[in-house]
């Protein structure tokens, strides 16, 4: 879908603020109410926008720790990946998951409520799973910047 201004000034808009009305995201973009409306409904449709979520504090709600997690596969097949991609995305501690290029095969970001639940992590769940080399930990020690609205010109 081709986008133009005012779609870019739509979506600048919404990923500052997912509550704002349609009346009010109209007036912002110089839209009437249903032609605004009808905008980002073709936006949600056609995939553009994939949802609408409140952002949490992760701290706040007892996940202070933040790991990111370089996993090595034995082999680079197609039946390793498979598997990887079908187990990685029914955990609910992993947030982001990268196939990656260089010496590792995916990084993860994990977030856990202190070690001991990390630790249950990477032995109830990582290691069990078939066909991992290895697996490299970082512990996050501040989060200096992190957002998760792009940068649409």
Not at 33 to 39: E, F, K, Y
Not at 98 to 117: E, F, I, N, Q, S
Request: charged share 25%.
């Amino acid at each position: 879908m081709p986008l133009d201004a005012i779609d870019h000034k739509i979506l600048r808009l919404l990923q500052e603020d997912g509550r704002i009305t349609v009346q009010a995201l109209a007036e912002r973009v110089g839209l009437s109410h249903s032609p605004c409306l009808r905008r980002v409904r073709q936006l949600e449709e056609s995939g553009v926008i994939r949802g609408y979520v409140a952002v949490v504090e992760q701290k706040e709600v007892g996940l202070p720790v933040s790991v990111f997690i370089s996993i090595k596969l034995e082999r680079q097949v197609e039946e390793y990946l498979d598997r990887f991609d079908t187990a990685i995305v029914q955990w609910p501690e992993v947030l982001e998951c990268y196939l990656m290029t260089g010496t590792r095969d995916y990084l993860l970001r994990v977030v856990c409520a202190d070690l001991a639940a990390y630790e249950r992590f990477i032995k109830d769940k990582l290691t069990r799973l078939d066909g991992i080399a290895s697996i490299e930990s970082s512990f996050a020690l501040a989060q200096v910047k992190y957002t998760n609205v792009l940068p649409i010109k």
